[in-house]
């Protein structure tokens, strides 16, 4: 059995996992001897199915432990891992376990497979016809998600009977992506259609029978009292209301009455406004006897429902007409309904109850119920079917990608690669002349900067986008590790390339900044001293502007002019005698004591900003900008200078191409001064000529 070998990428040493027998070891190496222990899903670049085998919690983040299930999973089910570092989606049929029950499982779904395609034949299966077979199984009439349609029967009755289910239950849609129903709908219908028929049988009168305690008139005539009643209670209610507070004040018929100023305000052509108006209105004019006239003045909005209310109810109730109606009277008459009342309130089942009771029976007591069970069960099988193919799929992506994702977690050797690009690197951007291919998906770039700020990389947060600007997509952090920062900037744009080679428009929104090479944190203390300088100089110079304005625009400007005019003359015979003094002292110095002067200036700022430029390049730290992107790092990440021009170069000029080093712009400067010289010429040549014409025209008139 091979050694664990261990090899230094970036100054930490790391597993080689380079063989599948190098892969198996990983089920028993120390977690703190791991790379990287959790990784978000956000942020790697693979197979997006693949990544959800392995996340086998589904919290978006792979942990250790679900890697090394990964792997004894794999090594179970294959009898040969020799393909596992060839990278391919093939399948060969040998290489499954028999051995083992899962593996014999594995081994006849896949033939099953191969037999959709005709290909029941084929000592291999590929990742392509897999997806093919699921595609099918997914839009197919049975693809076990347990949902039926109505066009999952020929049966018309049947047919329609799912379709009364879906207007009463709801539906929810299928793989396929058609409306239809599961066992949860089908047995929500029954229950309801139980109660609402135990409701209706309770409301049914007795053959030989005419009334019961609920239909005391019989069922017609106290649906139709009822109906009455209902519609007169609340407004009934309000009157008695009213002539309880009248007794109380008799400023309450005031209120109800129309004020002149709303009557004149009232558009009485209206009608709906004047509708509006009378469904205020009490039912009749409110008195102190707390009585409800039934044959005086009654609202008309309501005179035709009392009516009914004398002739069909009260006389019946009271045995003779009724000319006035008193509180305790009405209440009589409510509670004559009252078990109406309450039967009404009871009702359940409601939602199926626009269904007639013949139609409710009859799906009831039939075998529709049997029909629909066997429907739902028979795409219920096909579910265990599409796991054992999802179980193919599986298999033939963790023998694909299985070692390459070990080597970006584990281990980081793909990271450190250029042959490779690794799993966290979403693609190539294109800036300022240069590639830099360490850029990583940000989904909080807050976040991220403000724990990446600590690895002394120069980092870029771009935004990226499809053409035009439209259609945002994502944000990622790209570092750049060789060179200088040139004209890098916020607001600098450029493209970026996807992993799928779709080109993007990209533009910097923030930076990080920090030194990328020696000769740029030499430069550094220069840049900020002559930065510092310049703010100074401006804000003197805007602060003198600023007094001279003044002083030009007040009443003595030109006294003030001619003080100024004095004085520069002053200043200019100042400083004419301190150059000649300053001449004078320097032709006294030796120029080498001068240039060893400037030497030890020179060195003695440019040393501690080597140092400091040399301790801050040592210390730039990949693993903290993984951190920053949600990573769980044990190792630490140097960046080295060979490492940087991997990330970040500018690409070679094709092959064959020639550079020509002589810049072709004087040339054409200068045959544009030549062109202007004979331009001129010509012009005075034409000029000289037209004057000899008209001299000599002038000589043949004399």
């Known amino acids: 059995m091979r050694n664990y070998i261990f090899k230094n990428y970036g100054g930490s040493y790391q597993l080689s996992i380079e063989t599948p027998e190098d892969l198996k070891k990983v089920i028993d190496l120390d977690e703190a001897l791991w790379a990287a222990t959790s990784i978000p899903v956000e942020i790697l670049n693979t197979d997006a199915k693949f990544l959800s085998y392995l996340d086998t919690d ?93 066009e999952d029967t020929d049966d018309k009755e049947l047919a329609e009977f799912i379709r009364t289910i879906m207007k009463t239950m709801g539906v929810t849609p299928d793989a396929s992506g058609k409306d239809g129903i599961s066992s949860a709908h089908m047995n929500e219908f029954f229950a309801e259609a139980r109660l609402y028929l135990d409701w209706m049988q309770k409301g049914k009168i007795p053959e030989g029978e005419t009334r019961t305690d609920i239909m005391v008139w019989g069922k017609n005539k106290t649906e139709k009292a009822f109906a009455i009643i209902r ?16 007794r109380f004040d008799i400023k309450v018929k005031e209120y109800l009455n129309l004020s002149p100023k709303e009557l004149e305000d009232m558009d009485l052509t209206d009608k709906e406004v004047i509708l509006a108006r009378l469904k205020k209105a009490p039912l009749a004019d409110v008195n102190n006897k707390s009585v409800l006239p039934l044959c005086g003045e009654i609202n008309v909005l309501y005179s035709d429902k009392i009516k009914e209310l004398k002739e069909d109810i009260l006389v019946k109730v009271y045995g003779e007409e009724i000319k006035e109606l008193t509180q305790k009277e009405w209440e009589r008459v409510k509670k004559t309904f009252s ?45 265990e079917k599409i796991k054992h193919v999802q179980d193919v799929e599986k298999l033939i992506l963790f023998q694909k990608l299985l070692m390459e994702f070990v080597n970006n977690s584990a281990s980081f050797a793909n990271v450190y690669n250029p042959e490779v690009r690794s799993l966290f690197e979403a693609g190539t951007l294109v800036i300022d002349g240069r590639k830099m ?93 002559s930065d510092m300088i310049k703010k100074h100089v401006e804000k003197f110079a805007k602060t003198r502007e600023a007094k001279i ?28 005698s301190s150059f000649a003094y ?60 060979n490492l940087g021009r991997i990330f970040t170069f500018i690409p070679p000029y094709p092959a064959g191409s020639k550079k020509k080093g002589l810049d072709p712009l004087p040339k054409f400067v200068e045959q544009i001064r030549l062109s202007r010289q004979r331009s001129l010429l010509k012009l005075l040549a034409a000029i000289l000529l037209a004057e000899i014409i008209i001299f000599i025209t002038w000589l043949t008139r004399y």
């Open 549 to 576: 304005e003044t002083a030009m625009l007040s009443p003595s400007g030109a006294s003030i002019t001619r003080d100024l005019l004095v004085g520069g003359g002053v200043a200019i015979a100042a400083l004419g």
């Open 437 to 529: 291919t360490l850029a990583l998906i940000t989904s909080n770039r807050v976040l991220h900067k403000k724990i990446a700020e600590d690895s002394n990389v120069y980092l870029m947060y771009i935004e990226v986008t499809g053409k035009n600007g439209q259609n945002k997509k994502f944000d990622i952090v790209a570092a750049v590790t060789s060179g200088d920062s040139g004209a890098l900037r916020i607001g600098k744009r450029g493209i970026f390339f996807t992993r799928d080679g779709k080109e993007w428009d990209a533009e910097v929104v923030d930076i990080v900044v920090n030194p990328i090479g020696i000769i740029e944190s030499i430069k550094a203390p220069f840049i900020k001293l």
């Open 231 to 246: 519609e007169l209670e609340q407004k009934i209610a309000e009157f008695f209301a009213l002539c309880a507070m009248y």
């Open 339 to 383: 078990s109406y009342r309450s039967y009404l309130e009871s009702k359940k089942g409601s939602k199926v109850e626009n269904l007639s009771e013949e139609e409710l029976l009859k799906y009831t007591s039939g075998d529709f119920r049997k029909k629909i069970d066997a429907l739902i069960q028979k795409d219920l099988d096909v579910a």
């Open 582 to 641: 300053i001449t004078k002292a320097m032709s006294q110095v030796k120029l080498i004591h001068v240039a060893t002067t400037l030497g030890l200036i020179i060195i003695a700022v440019l040393l501690p900003s080597l140092i400091i430029g040399i301790m801050k390049l040592r210390r730039r730290n990949l693993s903290i900008i993984f951190e920053a992107s949600g990573c769980a790092i044990n190792v630490r990440m140097k960046m080295t200078v």
């Open 58 to 150: 589904k919290n978006g983040r792979i942990r250790t432990d679900e890697i090394k299930t990964a792997i004894r999973w794999l090594f179970s089910v294959l009898k040969s891992c020799s393909r596992l570092a060839e990278n391919t989606d093939t399948l060969m049929l040998e290489d499954i376990n028999t051995d083992n029950a899962e593996g014999r499982v594995l081994q006849e779904t896949a033939g099953i497979v191969l037999s959709n395609l005709d290909a029941s034949h084929a000592d291999r299966i590929t990742l392509s016809q897999v997806r093919d077979v699921q595609g099918i199984m997914s839009s197919s009439a049975t693809n076990g998600d347990g949902v039926i349609t109505a």
